[in-house]
C-alpha cells in the first residue's frame, strides 16, 4: 500500500481527525500490526473488532477507525465501519488511473478472474484477487494491496444479497466489467433468476457511462444487454449465436482444449490447458478484456496458455491408475452440467464416474435443482453416479434406470463404496457445494485433497 494521510481518511469518512499521520497499512487483525498502521474494528456476527482497540493501539497503530469513541484513544468515529473501509479502499482506488476489471457472475468467476490476471500480466504487473476475498470486507483489501509499481487490477464481486455488488463496484469503479452468467447460486436470497440477473448488473453502479460490459451471448437472461444498455457491450459465445467473439474447432485432448477463436473476421489458435465448454466461454471473456486494454493478439493468447486451475476448480491429476476432476469448491445446477460435460467428453477406456453432492442455498428449489441435476446425469453418458447428501438422493431418483447409482449421507460409507467400485482407467468427477466437504472424501481415497 502506498502511503495516506490519516486526515484525507478523516476527510473521506466525514468525520475528526484525531492525530497527524501518515497510514500505510489498513488493518482489521490486531495480530498483525506493522508500523504506521490504521485499525479498522469490524463488527460480525461472531466477533466485534472494537473489543481490540485497546490492543491495537497499545500494539502501535496510530489510531482506529470505529462506530463509537473509545475513551482515551485516537478514533475516527463513523456510522459502520464495514461501509468505512470501502470508503476508504475508494479514496485509494482513485490514486491510480489503471485499468480495473471487476468480474461477477453465478458460476465460473473466480476462473474468468484467473484467465484475466494471466492474460494482463503478458503486459502489466497485475494485482488479482487471491482466495475468496470476493466480498465486501475482502474486496477492498485486495484494493489497498495495490502499489506504484502495478498497472491492472483484476477484482472477484461474489454477493448473497442485494447491494453488495453495488457497494463493491462504488468502492473499485471498475473500468470494465464482466458478467459471466445467471445461474441459481443464491436464490434462496436473492428469490428468482431475474433477482440474481438484477443484483449481478449493481456490477455497473460505480463504472463511468462510457465503460465496456462484456457479457454472455449464449446466457438467455444476459443476450440481450447489448440492446437494453446505452454503455458498450462486448459479448461471446460458444454455441454460434451472434457475438463480438466466438470459439470454433473445439478440441480436447488430454487436459488441454485447443480451438479457434474468431473475431473481426479472422482466427486465432488458442491453446487452454483446461477442458469444458464453460472454460472456453471464460478464455474468450478474457481475450475480450485483452482487446479492450490494448494488447496484442499474441499477447493474449501467451497468457490463456499460461492459466493453471487453482484451490479446488477442476484440478485433474491421475491418481492409482484413475483420472480424478476435483471441482469441490462449490456447486449450482450449471456448474453441475459444466462438470457432467467434462466428463462425458473425457477420452478414457475405462468408465465415466460421477460423485455428486448436495448444492447448498437454493432454499425452496433444491428438491427441484437437485432434480434437474438428476436429469442431466441420465443424459451425459457416463456409467455411474454416488450421491452424497440428503438433498442429492434427488439426483439418484431422477437420473434413469440405465446406470449404476448408489446414495447416501455417510462419508465414511461413500468412500467404502468407492474403494470397492473403481478400477484401473476410470474416470470420476468430484462435485459438490463446498459445504460438503468432497475434498476430504478425496483426501480419504487417494491420500490428497
Known amino acids: 500500500m502506498e ?53 491495537a493501539i497499545e500494539a502501535g497503530a496510530v489510531a482506529a477507525v470505529t462506530d463509537t469513541q473509545i475513551e482515551n484513544f485516537p478514533c475516527l468515529v463513523v ?31 473466480t476462473t474468468t478472474k484467473e484467465l484475466i490476471a494471466c492474460v494482463l500480466s503478458e503486459r502489466f504487473n497485475t494485482l488479482r484477487t487471491e482466495a475468496n476475498l470476493n466480498n465486501e470486507i475482502g474486496m477492498p483489501k485486495t484494493i489497498l494491496q495495490f502499489t506504484a509499481e502495478q498497472e491492472a487490477m483484476v477484482l472477484e464481486m461474489g454477493m448473497n444479497h442485494f447491494g453488495e455488488i453495488a457497494n463493491m463496484s462504488r468502492s473499485a469503479e471498475p473500468t470494465i466489467a464482466v458478467i459471466t452468467n445467471i445461474g441459481f447460486s443464491h436464490v434462496e436470497n436473492l428469490g428468482s433468476q431475474e433477482g440474481i440477473k438484477k443484483a449481478k448488473l449493481e456490477i455497473l453502479e460505480g463504472m463511468p457511462e462510457n465503460a465496456p460490459l462484456i457479457t454472455n451471448a449464449d446466457d438467455l437472461l444476459l443476450c440481450k444487454l447489448k440492446q437494453e444498455l446505452s454503455r458498450p457491450v462486448y459479448t461471446f459465445s460458444t454455441k454460434g449465436n451472434a457475438a463480438d467473439v466466438t470459439a470454433e474447432d473445439i478440441r480436447e485432448e488430454n487436459g488441454v482444449t485447443t480451438f479457434s477463436i474468431c473475431s473481426d473476421g479472422k482466427k486465432r489458435l488458442a491453446v487452454l490447458p483446461a477442458i469444458g ?29 499460461s492459466y493453471q486451475p487453482v484451490g479446488m476448480r477442476q484440478n485433474i491429476m491421475e491418481k492409482n491408475g484413475q483420472i480424478i476432476i476435483a471441482d469441490c469448491y462449490n456447486a449450482s445446477p450449471d456448474s453441475m452440467q459444466a462438470g457432467l460435460n467434462v466428463l462425458s467428453h473425457y477420452l478414457t477406456e475405462g468408465r465415466k464416474i ?16 437437485h432434480a434437474k441435476v438428476g436429469e442431466m446425469v441420465s443424459r451425459a453418458g457416463i456409467d455411474a453416479v454416488f450421491c452424497y447428501g440428503e438433498a442429492a438422493e434427488r439426483i439418484a431418483e431422477h437420473a434413469g434406470n440405465k446406470i449404476m447409482k448408489f446414495c447416501t449421507t455417510q462419508p465414511e460409507i461413500l468412500v467404502e463404496k468407492l474403494r470397492e467400485t473403481v478400477q484401473e ?11 460438503m466437504h468432497l475434498e476430504e472424501i478425496i483426501h480419504e481415497l487417494y491420500g490428497e485433497e
Request: hydrophobic share 40%; with cysteine; glycine share 10%.
Open 3 to 55: 502511503t495516506l494521510t490519516l486526515k484525507e481518511i478523516a476527510e473521506k469518512l466525514g468525520t475528526a481527525c484525531p492525530v497527524d499521520a501518515e497510514i500505510t497499512e489498513i488493518s482489521t487483525d490486531t495480530r498483525n500490526l506493522p508500523e504506521n498502521c490504521l485499525f479498522l474494528a469490524l463488527r460480525g456476527k461472531k466477533f466485534n473488532g472494537h473489543d481490540f482497540v485497546k490492543q
Open 425 to 435: 482407467g476410470d474416470v470420476l468427477l468430484f462435485k459438490a457445494s463446498h459445504g
Open 79 to 109: 456510522e459502520d465501519t464495514g461501509k468505512a473501509l470501502l470508503a476508504i479502499a475508494n479514496l485509494y482506488r482513485k490514486k491510480f488511473s489503471v485499468p480495473v476489471v471487476a468480474v461477477t457472475g453465478s458460476v465460473g468467476k
Open 354 to 369: 460421477a460423485v455428486l453432492g448436495d448444492m447448498l442455498e437454493l432454499g425452496n428449489m433444491t428438491e427441484e435443482l
Open 277 to 305: 465448454e464453460h472454460n472456453i466461454q471464460n478464455a474468450l471473456a478474457a481475450y475480450l478484456v485483452g482487446k479492450l486494454t490494448g494488447m496484442e493478439e499474441q499477447e493474449i493468447l501467451c497468457g490463456l496458455a
